[in-house]
């Protein structure tokens, strides 16, 4: 739920123009995910270009931390059209005020409803903590240190 303040700030904020809640109150990130099957490519380009061009990420602290399509499949199958993308936000309150913004709510998402373009599932996760050995080897959207893979034992028979 939003809290009162963003609740409060909201209501005279023109579409798109959210402000974040007070960073006070937003220092846990979360990942929003999206998955599922894409049933209309088109309408989900135009979606995708109407969520770049309200810049509501940026207002909000949000932005992509993977590309929709695998890179790899390890174990079983993927569609063609199955997609999973991945959000970054500051904390659930700058992933709900995206989400219950008047441009998202109002002009954005009915871009791929009515037929529905994708059978899609929005759920949001919270940060892992850092494990104490990491800490000073990954940055935002980076890493800092180099991680050698020499000295894992591989499967036999795993694909190379």
Same mark, same amino acid.
């Given at each position: 739920?939003? #809290?009162?303040?963003?609740?409060?700030?909201?209501? %005279?904020?023109?579409?798109?123009?959210? &402000? /974040?809640?007070?960073?006070?109150?937003?220092?846990?990130?979360?990942?929003?995910?999206?998955?599922?099957?894409?049933? !209309?490519?088109?309408?989900? $380009?135009?979606?995708?270009?109407? +969520?770049?061009?309200?810049? +509501?990420?940026? *207002?909000?602290?949000?932005?992509?931390?993977? $590309?929709?399509?695998?890179?790899?499949?390890?174990?079983?199958?993927?569609? &063609?059209?199955?997609?999973?993308?991945?959000?970054?936000?500051?904390?659930?309150?700058?992933?709900?005020?995206?989400?219950?913004?008047?441009?998202?709510?109002?002009?954005?998402? &009915?871009?791929?409803?009515? /037929? #529905?373009?994708?059978?899609?599932?929005?759920?949001?996760?919270?940060?892992? &903590?850092?494990?104490?050995?990491?800490?000073? *080897?990954? =940055?935002?959207?980076?890493?800092?240190? !180099?991680?050698?893979?020499? =000295?894992?034992?591989?499967?036999? %028979?795993?694909?190379?």
């Amino acid at each position: 739920m939003i #809290s009162a303040t963003l609740a409060l700030l909201l209501q %005279g904020t023109p579409a798109g123009a959210a &402000p /974040p809640p007070p960073s006070s109150t937003c220092d846990a990130p979360v990942y929003m995910v999206v998955e599922g099957l894409t049933l !209309d490519r088109d309408r989900m $380009i135009a979606y995708a270009r109407a +969520i770049a061009a309200s810049e +509501i990420y940026e *207002k909000l602290g949000g932005y992509y931390v993977t $590309i929709p399509r695998p890179v790899a499949v390890f174990e079983g199958e993927a569609p &063609p059209n199955y997609v999973n993308l991945t959000v970054r936000f500051p904390c659930l309150e700058n992933a709900k005020a995206f989400w219950n913004s008047e441009v998202y709510q109002n002009e954005i998402l &009915p871009l791929r409803q009515n /037929p #529905s373009a994708g059978d899609y599932t929005v759920t949001v996760y919270a940060e892992a &903590p850092l494990r104490s050995d990491m800490v000073g *080897k990954v =940055g935002d959207n980076r890493f800092t240190h !180099d991680f050698d893979n020499s =000295g894992v034992p591989q499967a036999s %028979g795993a694909d190379q």
